[in-house]
């Protein structure tokens, strides 16, 4: 193993940057077999500054390999979040005949006009690559939206809308989104808005929007992510979601309620890749605005996600979205450390020491609980550092607890025990782990409740232990662990 990507902390399974800091994923697409990951990066430090597009590319969604930086910035600004589009038609024309156009639409952000306190800072601008997203290049009449007077006016997410053969762009403004028109990706026109104060949660401005159709045979809903920050439900940084109907030219939600994509505090401005066909296929950034330029990490700061899978689940006469880790992540699955049937648990079952099993301490974790019952899941070190992730029985509510996980101090609100409501009321339960050297992502119900968050032990989390609540024992349908590679050396 070489030096890179073994630091302490390193994601082994999560794209990171090789070095300095990286928030959101941009320009999601896919292109000639090829899936790129572009993202929010400053090159030139470990923390926030002068915002570039980063860039990655993978074949499977699985192993990633960075490329050279895709986009600098320019006279109009720092290049702020944005998506990408395969211009399958040339509908803009900027195509030389022959070849195929990936375009990148993102936000031009003027630091100078923000010193000055001027409200036009952020305008929305794009770029070519006719060199299968090698290199780019930027339209010379760009901005091709300008700034309406809206302080926070930023990245745009489009798609084609082919009932009516134009591209559809949602913007995040201030506490709304604003939805665009346009034939060619040049000229846009404003359709409508959504949001307002009256609609979902508020406690920051909203980013980062998605707008896509999911097609079920048993349910079929427009869905709109929305991030948050701050306003989480466990604190700063937060994506919600709203479920409804879009006629290209309006949304409009099946309700008011807030609904959470993720309801840890590691899961922020998440979109989905274009050009994937029927597949809603997710990635978010793994950190939080409280703390993301604070935590204990070098030479980089800041990974992703796994990509996710969503679809829709109705549960209590609602539809909900549900999200999955992607099938292509078994691919990394290296041993199956455990493997039990109708197992009960009368206080604690210890089920992997990975140093004594010599694996790479890289976990997947799937569980079924005929009845539901309490139950946690103990990854700890001899330090008795701990990240704890459960379900209380009472309160109806599961949780990741990381108060006592290790380095804790680089941000007072970091020492936290998250939770989320279940939403399901089967009576049955179940759920998968992913674990990687400082995460957890949690999906229970099928991806009902999901929920992320980091950790920062001072010596690897190598056991692996299952406990009863209270006084009952556990009944535990089944238990599977695996040992997972890493992907990144
Ligand atoms: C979300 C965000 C976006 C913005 C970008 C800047 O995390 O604040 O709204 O475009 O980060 O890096």
Redesign the pocket.
């Known amino acids: 193993s070489s030096k890179l990507y073994s630091e302490p902390y390193r994601p082994q399974f999560h794209f990171s940057p090789k070095a300095n800091w990286m928030?959101?994923p941009n320009g999601l697409v896919f292109h000639n077999g090829t899936y790129h990951m572009f993202f929010?990066h400053n090159p030139t430090g470990i923390g926030f500054g002068p915002?570039h597009w980063g860039h990655a590319t993978s074949q499977d969604l699985v192993h990633w390999e960075e490329q050279p930086l895709a986009l600098f910035p320019d006279p109009l600004g720092h290049i702020?979040?944005g998506s990408a589009v395969v211009d399958i038609n040339n509908t803009s024309g900027l195509a030389p005949a022959g070849l195929t156009a990936i375009i990148a639409i993102y936000?031009s952000h003027n630091p100078e006009f923000a010193a000055q306190n001027r409200t036009d800072v952020e305008r929305q601008s794009i770029a070519f690559s006719v060199d299968n997203g090698k290199t780019f290049v930027k339209y010379e009449k760009n901005p091709v939206l300008p700034n309406p007077g809206i302080r926070d006016f930023?990245?745009p997410k489009v798609f084609w809308y082919a009932l009516q053969e134009k591209w559809v762009m949602a913007l995040?403004a201030q506490d709304r989104i604003h939805f665009y028109s346009s034939k060619n990706l040049l000229q846009w026109e404003k359709e409508s808005e959504f949001g307002g104060p009256s609609i979902g949660a508020h406690g920051g401005v909203w980013?980062?929007p998605d707008l896509f159709l999911i097609e079920q045979k048993d349910i079929s809903k427009w869905v709109l992510l929305v991030?948050i920050?701050p306003g989480g439900p466990n604190g700063g940084s937060a994506t919600q979601y709203f479920t409804g109907a879009f006629d290209g030219k309006t949304f409009t939600a099946d309700s008011k309620d807030i609904n959470w994509v993720d309801y840890g505090t590691d899961n922020?401005?998440g979109v989905t890749w274009s050009n994937v066909g029927d597949r809603h296929l997710f990635l978010g950034w793994m950190s939080n605005?409280n703390y993301g330029q604070s935590v204990p990490t070098e030479p980089w700061r800041g990974a992703m996600t796994v990509p996710r899978d969503l679809s829709l689940k109705v549960a209590n006469e609602n539809a909900y979205l549900v999200s999955q880790p992607i099938p292509e992540l078994n691919s990394l699955i290296e041993a199956e450390l455990v493997s039990l049937n109708e197992t009960t648990v009368k206080g604690e079952l210890k089920l992997v020491d990975t140093k004594r099993e010599n694996s790479t301490g890289l976990l997947m974790v799937n569980f079924e609980l005929a009845e539901v019952a309490e139950w946690s899941f103990v990854l700890e070190n001899d330090l008795g550092e701990q990240v704890v992730v459960g379900y209380e029985a009472s309160s109806r509510q599961l949780y990741v607890d990381r108060s006592s996980s290790g380095k804790l101090d680089f941000e007072i609100q970091f020492a936290d025990k998250m939770k989320a409501p279940r939403i399901s009321q089967d009576g049955s339960m179940d759920v998968t782990l992913l674990i990687d050297v400082a995460s957890i992502e949690m999906f229970a119900d099928g991806g009902l409740t999901c929920m992320t968050a980091i950790f920062f032990p001072h010596k690897p989390l190598n056991l692996l232990s299952v406990r009863s609540g209270g006084v009952g024992s556990l009944v535990l349908g089944s238990v599977r662990v695996w040992s997972l590679n890493s992907t990144v050396w």
Do not use: G, K, L, V
Request: charged share 25%; proline share 0%; glycine share 0%.
């Open positions: 928030n959101d929010q915002m702020f979040s936000t930023r990245d995040a980013e980062c991030s920050n922020y401005a605005w």
